[in-house]
Every structure is written in structure tokens, then in C-alpha cells.
């Protein structure tokens, strides 16, 4: 049964850090590329950061380029969300999915195929 949860998620004070963790069962990360997205209240869902599983290259949203770093943990099948610098904006619960197995790296939704039930960040002070 494929299976991703994210973890990590938390209430912070604008300026803090948050690490999201995304753990996969039933399948290898690396064979897929993993995004993370956010959605917050009346938004739509988001693209916030992809890493490749072709060859490991990161790509992220503007809103975040800079303060934000996806990394991928073989060893645990887990992907990694370290976000630093956090701003009330990034207020929103964030997924990681799966991306579809033709897809090399996207920031679209409609590119990923398995989600997982997403973890609420909130910055607030």
C-alpha cells in the first residue's frame, strides 16, 4: 500500500524554522519525483518545492527560493522540507506527494498522483 505522511508541522513565530518530514511505505522515493505544496485557507493548492528523482535537482516557488530546502534521505525513505525564515504568508497545510512516473520534476498538483494528509504550519506571533 503506498503511503506518505508528513510530519513537523507546528506553530511558529515569524523569523523561526520548521523541518517537514515526508516518509514514504510501499514504494522508493527516489523512483519518483517528490514535490511539496501548501494550501491555505480559500487558496488553492500550491507549489512549493520538487526534487528530481532523475538526478536530485530542486526546484522551488519563488515565495520561497532562499529560505526554504527539500532534501531527500535515502537511507530513511523520507524527503525533507527545512524552512527557515518563516513569514505569517507561509500560514497554510503543506502535503507532499508523489509525482506521476513520466514526470521528472513539476510544481503542478495535476502532476502528482499520490498525496499524503498534510501537516499544518502556522506563523503567527
Known amino acids: 500500500q503506498v503511503q506518505l505522511v508528513e510530519s513537523g508541522g507546528g506553530l511558529v513565530q515569524p523569523g523561526s524554522s520548521l523541518r517537514l518530514s515526508c516518509a514514504a511505505s510501499?514504494?522508493?522515493?527516489?523512483?519518483?519525483?517528490i514535490g511539496w505544496f501548501r494550501q491555505a485557507p480559500g487558496k488553492e493548492r500550491e507549489g512549493v518545492s520538487c526534487?528530481?528523482?532523475?538526478?536530485?535537482?530542486?526546484y522551488y516557488a519563488d515565495s520561497v527560493k532562499g529560505r526554504f530546502t527539500i532534501s531527500r534521505d535515502d537511507a530513511k525513505n523520507t524527503v525533507i522540507l527545512q524552512m527557515h525564515r518563516l513569514k505569517p504568508e507561509d500560514t497554510a497545510v503543506y502535503y507532499c506527494?508523489?509525482?506521476?512516473?513520466?514526470?521528472?520534476?513539476?510544481?503542478?498538483?495535476?502532476?502528482?498522483?499520490?498525496w499524503g494528509q498534510g501537516t499544518q504550519v502556522t506563523v503567527s506571533s
Open positions: 526534487i528530481s528523482n532523475s538526478d536530485g535537482s530542486t
Open positions: 510501499g514504494f522508493t522515493l527516489d523512483d519518483y519525483a
Open positions: 506527494a508523489a509525482a506521476l512516473s513520466h514526470i521528472i520534476s513539476s510544481l503542478t498538483p495535476s502532476d502528482f498522483g499520490s
